[in-house]
């Protein structure tokens, strides 16, 4: 089976196709990243609309490095939540006018079920009942995985994500967009021990984030070492931050998965990119014995093959939309049709 999958959720303007949920038949990204870089972030506007520039010809390259037509597909995937609203709408819109036009079914993807996701297409034996521990930017997840299209919630932030504290302690620190992925290489470099910051715990919900204090101290950290005029050390800074990240993710996903008995762990999202995530979650599996599966880093980021990939099994699963189809900027990844 054969799915046309569409990505817009953010600041790429993605498209694929993929073919039962594992083989990407094609990949094509058109990233904003050089543009969105001149403001410091990702400007809403600006991304929606570049998307509506670049998804025709996005849309077409799959088809073409496929060696596929509209006619060979069986369905048509999309991002419909969560994101951007605008952002999301675009590509939504746009499948749902192919979707009308080939008469083919739509099928409606949650972004971080298709995060998770890429790891069927990194690993073919992967499946679920599975852990997985979900960080991108906007989402800090502990999710059980039970099946391809049912998922339950155990633990999550309370405030800001793992990647949105990335991002903020690196602007701060004047590193250039995309924040997170500048501070990770500058980190390896640095003394994670050089500066003692807190690592915050949600006293009522042993498995839940919080890092909103965690990033507060960074940032007064570097304003009080700018105030007395002191040089601020970037790599140690940078470092010391992101051990204490990596710690507060690792300790409550390893002690999620002991205590409900789990063996089989994933990780999934932008920031399971993080070198140092990566480095000390291999270690804590090999230390309890626990089979350990990481998207390849080309899929961490948003892409279109994921979408396909979960497309695949919503499609199975029945969850197939109409043309009311409609974007959502927020909806819970546990959600139910």
């Known amino acids: 089976m054969k799915i046309l999958s569409i990505e817009s959720s953010c600041d790429e303007t993605a498209a694929a196709v993929v073919q039962d949920g594992r083989e990407v038949l094609s990949s094509v990204i058109a990233s904003q990243v050089e543009e969105h870089k001149l403001y410091g972030g990702v400007v809403p506007e600006i991304a929606s609309r570049r998307h509506a520039e670049s998804i025709c010809g996005v849309v077409n390259e799959a088809l073409y490095e496929a060696q596929t037509t509209l006619e060979d597909i069986d ?7 969560p994101g951007l609203i605008g952002a999301l709408l675009v590509g939504v819109n746009f499948a749902k006018g192919l ?5 083919k079914p739509l099928v409606p993807v949650h972004h971080l079920r298709s995060h998770i996701a890429a790891n069927y297409i990194s690993h073919k034996e992967l499946k679920p009942p599975f852990l997985c521990l979900v960080v991108s930017g906007g ?49 390896e470099k640095g003394d994670a021990d050089a500066f003692k910051l807190p690592h915050p715990k949600v006293d009522d919900a042993p498995y839940d984030f919080s890092f909103s204090g965690l990033k507060t101290a960074v940032i007064n950290i570097i304003h009080n070492l700018e105030q007395k005029g002191e040089e601020v050390p970037k ?52 230390l309890n014995a626990f089979k350990l599966y990481m998207p390849d880093l080309s899929l961490c980021g948003d892409n279109a093959a994921m979408v396909g990939s979960q497309g695949y099994y919503e499609y199975l699963s ?10 959502v900027a927020t909806l819970p990844i546990d959600y139910r049709e």
């Open 139 to 187: 989402h800090s997840h502990i999710v059980m995985v039970e099946s391809y299209t049912k998922m339950r919630i155990i633990g999550r932030t309370r405030d800001d994500a793992a990647g949105e504290a990335f991002d903020k302690a690196a602007r701060t620190m004047g590193i250039p967009y995309p924040g997170g992925i500048m501070l990770d290489k500058i980190a």
């Open 75 to 81: 369905a048509i995937a999309v991002t419909h939540a």
């Open 235 to 286: 790599e140690d800074v940078c470092a010391s931050f992101r051990k204490a990240v990596v710690d507060c993710l690792v300790k409550n996903f390893i002690q999620a998965a002991k205590d409900l008995g789990v063996t089989t762990l994933v990780t999934a999202g932008g920031v399971s990119a993080n070198s140092l995530l990566r480095r000390e979650l291999q270690h804590e599996c090999e």
């Open 318 to 327: 029945s969850n197939i939309a109409q043309l009311d189809l409609n974007a």
């Open 99 to 103: 979707s009308l036009a080939t008469k």
